[in-house]
């Protein structure tokens, strides 16, 4: 920012204001603001060096003036309300200055703890009475506001990092409420009370709108629920009902009806819920606390939307030539890369999201707006009694997080039917396809030895061979041993197998393919005597994630092993995989399953430690499959760069190999960063070093996964 002097009297309107400024006088400029003054102004200002009052750092300002220096779009301007009022409840002797663009003057005009809106530039004489300046200009492209949720990006500028509600605070104007209640209700009316949704297709750049054929998918699901309208400012498209007409969409165009923004804050006031691609319609939303969905594929929806409780963020799950979703690029002048590269128009990360998905991201909205719900009672491990907080609300079901041991589980829990999970005939109606799970995979088998062959080729079995290799021989017993796989691997190192599984499907084809001894059943209960033990081993991969009962499974396995000296191991979903650490954890993984009615639990390393010491065993050893540079690319988007050689030519180099080149030693020892976690437990005593033994697996495995057997002539 620069403070600029008048050469001359001047008047004019610039920046949403008109201005008149005597010569002499001193006007402070964000940079890319001066940049947008017409030429002929421009010269009628001199750069002037003057002093400014210091940053905030977080001082006490009762009895001070604190200036925030703002321009911000409307978006912008509604997610700096939460550290505004923040600053006010703190300080309430305080004086909270605040400038910021004409467009955006009307959603903070109206705020009663705005002591004084100043626009954008500001007089200097202002600044020059301030005690403290808060600076949020020139941020864009900048990697602090880059890589923050918008709201917590202002809170961390103002100091005060929380809120007590961090959504945005909309003042409604109850008169064009009442101008436009009356159209809201005859919609209502005419299409026999359905509920109104509101569809914000458009954003401020092409490469974030949607495109329009993805409401009419969206009609399908929608329609005996809601009736959807398209409430579009004027500036922002004249085209709505050529889109409309041209995919045939029903969707009723109130976009003429939108003077402003205070029409469009009534019309998301008047609604019943949102999908928007547009980020002002997205905070409005979310601070008026409505049902809503955010479609951003370019943009990672979670620097949007984090702080919004009634808000879901559904991510594009698209892997292109030239980009992975989400790009972070926040506006270009035309389409993305990757559209043009397909001669497309509209994002194809965006066209790739499912109408289904949204729907359902739609309905776990509804949920996340309800006030009242059952919660429970405990924990399911720790048994833990306090207040156990709401996580996120997906497919229907609602995951809870205990404060206490760290485990997520949904409330009320329910398992599936494994048979019809199986069934390729099952038409479940809900956000998983289960045609389309690995279940269907497990099914397709061949020989025994091609079976092991291709098995061990799967990196979490790698793994466990320098395990299986140390465990002490005798009977194996794989809980939801599917179709036998696992077992035909351990038979190879020497025990004795046998097997439990819950679909009649699978048992039929372990017993008839592979002639193994496996029973069906869904509980230790229903075990035959054959089938009771005791056992050396008892293994079960990807099973503890799918059952009502963890801690009372982990008994019941305790029971059934040797009492001398038993093993247990196991995996699971990994909580702290690279990806999710790459990606800050994504909260809403619509893509992998990781939710009700498929998975019912989630499973953080100290959770699943606790768990199995409480179950009874004395020793537990937690880790990970190693971490393999497929993974990597999957947290994480290597950006080319460009070598300028002396002669003038110019290089461009692809970083990806480059990267994954110099990440081999974390390949290596990586112990907690794979895609599948671990633990092996010891029931009495082991005099085996596991920590040694689990050390040499990881490396071997991941030497194996990353550069293959090295035996080819």
């Not at 005419?190 to 949607?210: D, E, P, Q, W």
């Not at 939801?480 to 035909?488: K, V």
């Not at 937690?622 to 290597?638: A, H, Q, R, S």
Request: glycine residues 6%; proline residues 6%; contains cysteine.
């Amino acid at each position: 920012m620069k403070v600029y002097m008048a050469r001359a009297d001047l008047k004019f309107n610039f920046n949403g204001y008109d201005f008149e400024v005597k010569k002499g006088e001193k006007l402070l400029f964000a940079e890319d603001v001066f940049a947008l003054l017409p030429q002929n102004l421009k010269t009628l200002f001199k750069e002037e060096k003057v002093g400014f009052p210091p940053f905030y750092r977080g001082e006490n300002l009762n009895g001070k003036t604190i200036l925030v220096i703002a321009q911000a779009a409307i978006g912008d301007a509604l997610c700096m309300t939460p550290a505004l009022r923040e600053i006010k409840r703190r300080y309430p002797d305080c004086r909270l200055w605040v400038s910021i663009s004409g467009r955006a003057r009307p959603v903070l005009e109206k705020l009663s703890y705005i002591d004084k809106l100043l626009p954008m530039p500001i007089p200097y004489k202002y600044v020059s009475k301030a005690d403290y300046l808060v600076k949020v200009i020139e941020m864009v492209n900048t990697p602090q506001f880059d890589e923050l949720n918008l709201v917590e990006y202002y809170l961390w500028k103002c100091y005060v990092y929380h809120a007590e509600d961090e959504t945005p605070d909309i003042v409604i104007d109850e008169e064009v409420v009442a101008e436009l209640k009356p159209i809201f209700e005859e919609i209502k009316r005419l299409s026999g009370g359905k509920k109104i949704l509101l569809f914000h297709y458009l954003a401020s750049s092409v490469h974030r709108t949607l495109p329009p054929r993805l409401l009419k998918e969206i009609e399908e699901y929608i329609k005996e629920e809601y009736v959807p309208v398209i409430c579009s400012l004027p500036d922002e498209d004249i085209t709505v009902d050529v889109a409309l007409e041209t995919y045939d969409i029903t969707a009723g165009n109130l976009s003429y009806l939108m003077k402003d923004i205070r029409y469009l804050i009534a019309g998301v006031s008047l609604a019943d819920a949102v999908i928007t691609a547009d980020t002002a319609t997205l905070h409005i939303a979310g601070g008026l606390k409505k049902p809503t969905v955010l479609l951003a594929g370019p943009i990672d929806g979670e620097l949007r939307s984090r702080t919004y409780p009634t808000v879901i963020n559904v991510p594009a799950n698209y892997r292109g030539k030239t980009c992975v979703a989400p790009c972070g690029k926040h506006a270009i002048s035309g389409p993305c890369p990757e559209a043009e590269l397909k001669g497309e128009f509209y994002s194809p990360c965006l066209q790739s999201i499912p109408a289904r998905v949204v729907y359902y991201a739609l309905k776990d909205a509804e949920i996340l707006a309800e006030k009242n719900f059952a919660k429970p009672d405990k924990c399911l491990v720790c048994e833990y009694k306090g207040e156990i907080p709401l996580f996120e609300v997906i497919n229907g079901a609602r995951i809870f997080e205990c404060p206490s041991c760290g485990l997520q589980f949904a409330y009320p829990i329910k398992a599936e039917d494994y048979d019809k999970a199986y069934d390729s005939k099952t038409k479940y109606m809900g956000l998983i396809d289960l045609t389309k799970t690995a279940y269907q995979s497990f099914k397709e088998v061949s020989d025994p030895k091609t079976e092991v062959k291709k098995w061990l080729k799967v990196p979490h079995f790698t793994l466990l061979q320098a395990i299986l290799d140390k465990l002490p021989k005798g009977t194996l017993f794989d809980i939801g041993c599917s179709t036998g796989f696992f077992l035909l691997i351990a038979k190879r190192f020497g025990f004795e197998v046998y097997g439990m599984e819950a679909s009649s499907e699978a048992v039929e084809i372990a017993k008839r393919n592979f002639g193994l001894k496996v029973c069906k059943a869904l509980t230790f209960e229903e075990l035959t005597p054959e089938f009771r033990g005791p056992y050396k081993v008892i293994t079960a991969f990807e099973v503890l994630e799918h059952v009502d009962d963890p801690l009372g499974f982990l008994k019941g396995i305790y029971n059934l092993l040797s009492s001398d000296e038993g093993y247990f191991l196991m995996s699971c979903p990994p909580f702290y995989n690279f990806e999710n650490l790459a990606k800050g954890y994504r909260k809403f993984k619509w893509w992998f399953w990781d939710y009700p009615p498929h998975h019912l639990t989630r499973w953080k390393p100290w959770t699943l430690f606790y768990a199995l010491k409480k179950a009874g065993f004395s020793q537990v050893y937690i880790f990970t499959e190693p971490l393999i540079p497929g993974t990597v690319l999957e947290g994480i988007t290597p950006l080319n760069f460009t070598l300028k050689l002396e002669d003038g030519r110019t290089i461009t180099l692809n970083s990806t190999a480059i990267l994954l080149e110099n990440l081999k030693p974390l390949y290596l020892n990586s112990r907690y960063l794979g895609n599948f976690m671990y633990a092996l437990a010891v029931k009495g005593e082991s005099k085996i070093d596991w920590e040694r033994v689990i050390e040499r697996a990881i490396r071997f495995s991941a030497v194996e996964i990353i550069w293959g057997e090295g035996d080819k002539i």
